[in-house]
């Protein structure tokens, strides 16, 4: 069965400095798909980025960047030079390949970010 | 703009009572949304895979009688919660994707449900 691991439960560092934000994942699938989304304190989800498993190419979005290992299972995100909006929870979520393309996502339990002024 | 719109965003009930919660994809059809629960501080669960014309699969431990779910078109996906208790209350969340595994599942705005 597919899991994600977010073991930080909570960061909390000042403004501008950079964060790393780690999440590991098992899955016996061989084509499967990453995510992270952030949740501001509103409750609605954002969708940050998606990763197949056959691209680890790394990728940057302005202070946004995402670290996707598959020999560790990882996909790290770091937001450089945070500011006090980056301030919410940070989910990543593993979604499987089973043929019919229907599987929901499964999350981590996701990281409560606190960027402090 | 939102793509998914969830409605209502917010509703108090008394228990026993049965509280609809209404998914919509607004401009994509899909055959197949997804009902999420989460608890405060919590991560968000998978409930129950919803198929247009056909019956919900739920997971492990969700009551279907309890969580009535009905996909009667590609665009609209309802989650009853029937005769509610306390216990229910928590944030319910749908999403949908127009495509296969990697397009993004969409979210709702979600719903917080407080059962009095």
């Known amino acids: 069965a597919q899991k994600v691991t977010q073991a930080q439960t909570e960061i909390s560092v000042v403004e501008k400095e950079d964060v790393t934000l780690d999440c590991v994942y098992e899955?016996?699938?061989?084509?499967?798909?990453l995510f992270w989304y952030k949740q501001p304190p509103s409750g609605e989800l954002v969708f940050l980025i998606r990763?197949?498993?056959?691209?680890?190419q790394n990728e940057i979005s302005g202070r946004y960047s995402w670290n996707f290992q598959k020999s560790t299972s990882s996909f790290n995100f770091t937001i450089t030079a945070s500011q006090v909006v980056d301030s919410a929870v940070y989910f990543c979520a593993l979604r499987e390949n089973t043929g019919g393309g229907a599987d929901g996502l499964t999350f981590g339990k996701g990281t409560h970010l606190i960027i402090q002024p | 703009g939102a793509v998914v719109s969830q409605h209502p965003s917010r509703v108090i009930c008394k228990s026993g009572t049965s509280v609809k919660i209404e998914c919509r994809s607004l401009d994509f059809q899909a055959t197949t949304m997804f009902w999420y629960r989460q608890f405060p501080k919590k991560s968000l669960m998978l409930m129950a895979t919803?198929?247009?014309?056909?019956?919900?699969?739920?997971e492990q431990g969700v009551e279907k009688d309890k969580f009535l779910i009905n996909h009667a078109s590609l665009t609209l996906s309802t989650l009853t919660v029937t005769s509610a208790h306390p216990e229910d209350s928590s944030f319910y969340i749908c999403?949908?994707?127009?495509?296969?595994?990697?397009?993004?599942?969409?979210f709702g705005n979600g719903t917080r449900l407080t059962v009095t």
């Open positions: 899955t016996r699938d061989t084509t499967y798909y």
């Open positions: 990763r197949n498993s056959f691209d680890e």
């Open positions: 919803s198929n247009e014309g056909s019956k919900a699969t739920y």
């Open positions: 999403s949908a994707s127009p495509q296969g595994p990697y397009s993004p599942l969409h």
